[in-house]
T-cell receptor, first 114, second 117 residues
Framework: DGGITQSPKYLFRKEGQNVTLSCEQNLNHDAMYWYRQDPGQGLRLIYYSQIVNDFQKGDIAEGYSVSREKKESFPLTVTSAQKNPTAFYLC?????????????FGPGTRLTVT | AQKITQTQPGMFVQEKEAVTLDCTYDTSDQSYGLFWYKQPSSGEMIFLIYQGSYDEQNATEGRYSLNFQKARKSANLVISASQLGDSAMYFCAMREGPMEYGNKLVFGAGTILRVKS
């Protein structure tokens, strides 16, 4: 079955620690994305990558970092510089061949930092 | 300025009736696309329907249809014959510009839909 996996589903960290969220896709998509969702709000773009070894900042990149060393993988690191990291994080991927190519989402990771 | 505006924080609909979820957008691009996603309480995002700015016909996918009014910059989602399983958060999103800029989306704040039996 093709899809996107994110692990773990729930993650707890102490303030001041960096934490890495994993995202893997086997859909052979070129583009991958990371979004953050706060309670009762929409999704905000953190980073995106259209091709291996290249990525761009989204609207709220401060305090986050990413890498794209393989087509299938796009891990997100939440650094200690992120002032309010507790949120629901969603990874997505898409083809970029047609205008109507939708983004496919993973199940998300709920990060709690105390 | 908000790119995507969903003015209805919450909506109720009776089972088997139709419901319209509003979405207005702001862009100066001629080429753009509008997407609707459903997010159940589990958190996953489920793609529902797409409308391109150059599409002359309103998009339809099963019980979902899009009321696309380009001059008004609105792309309202219509769900016909509501079911209890339609209870979820619904997001409108927009992709702007040519494909070379990627497929990144801007999302609205969402509308919570509750279907009553």
């Amino acid at each position: 079955d093709g899809g996107i996996t994110q692990s773990p589903k729930y993650l707890f960290r102490k303030e001041g620690q960096n934490v890495t969220l994993s995202c893997e896709q086997n859909l052979n998509h070129d583009a991958m994305y990371w979004y953050r969702q706060d309670p009762g709000q929409g999704l905000r773009l953190i980073y995106y990558s259209q091709i291996v070894n290249d990525f761009q900042k989204g609207d709220i990149a401060e305090g986050y970092s990413v890498s794209r060393e393989k087509k299938e993988s796009f891990p997100l690191t939440v650094t200690s510089a992120q002032k309010n990291p507790t949120a629901f994080y969603l990874c997505a991927s898409s083809a970029v061949r047609r205008r109507e190519d939708e983004q496919y989402f993973g199940p998300g990771t709920r990060l709690t930092v105390t | 300025a908000q790119k995507i505006t969903q003015t209805q924080p919450g909506m109720f609909v009776q089972e088997k009736e139709a419901v319209t979820l509003d979405c207005t957008y702001d862009t100066s691009d001629q080429s753009y696309g509008l997407f609707w996603y459903k997010q159940p309480s589990s958190g996953e995002m489920i793609f529902l329907i797409y409308q391109g700015s150059y599409d002359e016909q309103n998009a339809t996918e099963g019980r979902y249809s899009l009321n696309f009014q380009k001059a008004r910059k609105s792309a309202n989602l219509v769900i016909s014959a509501s079911q209890l399983g339609d209870s979820a958060m619904y997001f409108c999103a927009m992709r702007e510009g040519p494909m070379e800029y990627g497929n990144k989306l801007v999302f609205g704040a969402g509308t919570i839909l509750r279907v009553k039996s």
